[in-house]
């Protein structure tokens, strides 16, 4: 009798340092989940657009862009020109920091065609998380307030400049990253506190700029966000 109540005590010890390691793991899953990288930070796609319609060129697009999102990623941009007429430019996260823009790195597309003599009109499309978004075609013509990136294609001499694609270099990023955490520290109203994982909370929201001629996003909401089907997990806020 003795025998078996000390072997039904060795197996409930063990049944209970199981349980825990399960606890553990199961914490430790939350954890990773909490850290990993962010796919919902909000996008105000009505300042990306007037962000390209003044741009002054691709290095100036890039600070422009990285100033209007709010997440922890620099957002590198690809410029080319696919022909005399048609431009271009890709937003992606440039996780390998190889210089390219993989399938599953884009963020934005805009592209930009010319429709005749003095008139253009360009598109943004999200991709991944923001994959719900597509703009309306957007006019512009010759003689519009713009800047030098599109204003340039108007011009008698016009001669596509992007035939051979800029992209964002590695050391460009990092310069991007050291300006734009200035500009966050002398904007804080701007930008809200964040979780871990990137999802702000309290703060002001951001709103279209008031250049944006009214328009409104299709398909995917303010924030070009399409999350439907996708699990829900706990996050550890942090203050």
């Not at 700029?209 to 966000?225: D, N, W």
Request: charged share 25%; with cysteine.
């Amino acid at each position: 009798m003795i025998h078996k109540v000390k072997l039904l005590a060795a197996a409930l010890a063990v049944s209970i340092v199981s349980g825990g390691a399960g606890c553990d793991s199961s914490s430790d899953r939350n954890e990773r989940w909490a850290t990993t990288e962010n796919t919902n930070v909000k996008i105000d796609w009505d300042k990306v657009n007037e962000a390209y319609k003044h741009a002054e060129g691709p290095e100036d697009l890039e600070k422009r862009i990285n100033e209007i999102y709010e997440g922890d990623e620099v957002i590198s941009v690809a410029v080319h020109d696919t022909d005399a007429k048609t431009q271009t430019v890709t937003g992606f996260f440039d996780k390998n920091k190889n210089g390219t823009v993989e399938d599953d790195e884009k963020i934005f597309t805009i592209k930009r065609d010319i429709t005749g003599e003095g008139t253009a009109q360009y598109q943004t499309m999200g991709y991944g998380p923001y994959g719900g978004y597509s703009s309306p075609f957007i006019s512009i013509a010759s003689g519009m307030l713009m800047g030098s990136m599109l204003s340039h294609m108007f011009m008698p001499s016009y001669v596509p400049m992007y035939t051979r694609p800029y992209v964002t270099s590695t050391a460009r990023a990092s310069s991007i990253h050291t300006s734009r955490s200035g500009y966050r520290a002398s904007n804080p109203e701007r930008f809200g506190k964040r979780s871990q994982s990137g999802r702000s909370y309290g703060g002001k929201p951001s709103r279209p700029s008031g250049g944006g001629g009214g328009m409104r996003p299709r398909g995917g909401g303010f924030f070009g966000l399409s999350r439907q089907g996708r699990a829900t997990r706990p996050e550890r806020l942090v203050a």
